[in-house]
């Protein structure tokens, strides 16, 4: 058992936003039925003493689903939850939305497999420090490590376990369902925004202390990216082709496997691949560059010094926690790979949204130039 020497030493230390704006954050559950939506809201907001902090992990309950998922023993779960269950986010639950005329552009975010809507919390924290609001989804496919639902008799719920690939099925066709579902999620996150920004509210919406309807004056919907990491990067890439408001996409270590070939002529619009060193495949890789020859304007670049789980929360775990976890982790500083990842995809957005902001400043980090980056895709030993 590798958990109770950690001590106090077992924290986590997720970084705050390091953009103009303070940032607020709540949830949003739609509907009664696995068919509904669940995401975690990050939006600049007016800063009040004596905000909370949310917990990093929402419940006990996924601590369980992450034990079962990256250490195969759900037994650990009282022993992950002892490690990391006090952890919280640096930013301020239910505080209210700050005012823009012109309106922020939304990002809706996918997470990866085996992952949750808060494990993203530095990524999204960061863009919205620069003012976009970032919806991040909780998907309902079977890939997070858990989640659930609340049915319409008051006080019930649904969990809803992750799966792995069932004994005889081929994973392509399991995963390629899940990433339709995914994808169409992304949609339906857009639509719930639409509606709101129509005026309309959904019945359905759970009330969490926070009203939605703030968002009506103060969302641009002509400027709208959707982004993912792993599952959620190709995620990111199909719901490009589901749904044309999605101006661009930014796929973090894209796991492209599961999107089948006939699909890729279709996709319309840019996509920034940020690839970590050491988990793709030269086969994955192929598939980003069909997608390069066909459009100008997509990316690839590699942050050289990082490993896969390096694009998540987990890369602020201490490093004894994180290599029992996950392995080696890359020698770059994790502080200096979120920089360099939402800069890179703050330039892009930049370009593809049309923002009048300074992110043009790191422009040159989409051509792969800067300390540890470089473009394209080197082959490292794959993880995969």
Known sequence: ?????????????????????????????????????????????????????????????????????????????????????????????????????????LIIFSHGLGAFR?????????????????????????????????????????????????????????????????????????????????????????????????????????????????????????ALVKEPSFRCAVALDAWMFPLENLLYPEVPKPVLFINTEKFQTPESVAKMKRLSCRNSQTRIVTVLGTVHEDQTDFAFLPGRLFSRIFGRRGPLDPHEALAITSRAALAFLQRHLELQEEFGQWDELLEGVGASVVPGAPFGPSRL
């Open 1 to 105: 058992v590798f958990l109770p020497r950690l001590g106090m030493g077992g924290m986590l230390a997720l970084p705050p936003g390091q953009g103009p704006h303070q940032v607020g954050c709540t949830d949003v559950m739609v509907g009664h039925t696995q068919q509904g939506l669940f995401l975690r809201l990050f939006y600049p907001c007016l800063p009040r003493a004596g905000a909370v902090q949310p917990l990093w992990i929402p419940r006990p309950e996924y601590c369980g689903g992450l034990a079962d998922v990256t250490l195969g023993r759900r037994w650990c779960s009282a022993l992950l939850s002892i490690a990391i269950g006090s952890c919280r986010v640096p930013v301020s639950w239910n505080e209210p939305l700050k005012p823009c005329s012109s309106g922020y552009p």
């Open 118 to 238: 808060t494990l993203y919390s530095s990524t999204c924290t960061e863009l919205a420090s620069w003012g976009f609001v970032v919806a991040a989804l909780e998907h309902r496919d079977r890939s997070a490590a858990t989640t659930y639902f609340c049915t319409a008799e008051a006080g019930t719920e649904e969990w809803i376990p992750f799966q792995r690939v069932p004994q005889g099925q081929k994973e392509f066709y399991f995963r390629n369902k899940q990433v339709h579902q995914r994808a169409r999620e992304c949609v339906r996150a857009l639509r719930l925004f639409q509606g709101i920004a129509g005026g309309r509210t959904d019945p359905s919406i759970a009330h969490q202390g926070w009203d939605l309807s703030v968002l009506k004056d103060n969302l641009d919907l002509t400027k709208v990216a959707v982004m993912g990491h792993s599952f959620g990067g190709v995620t990111a890439v199909l």
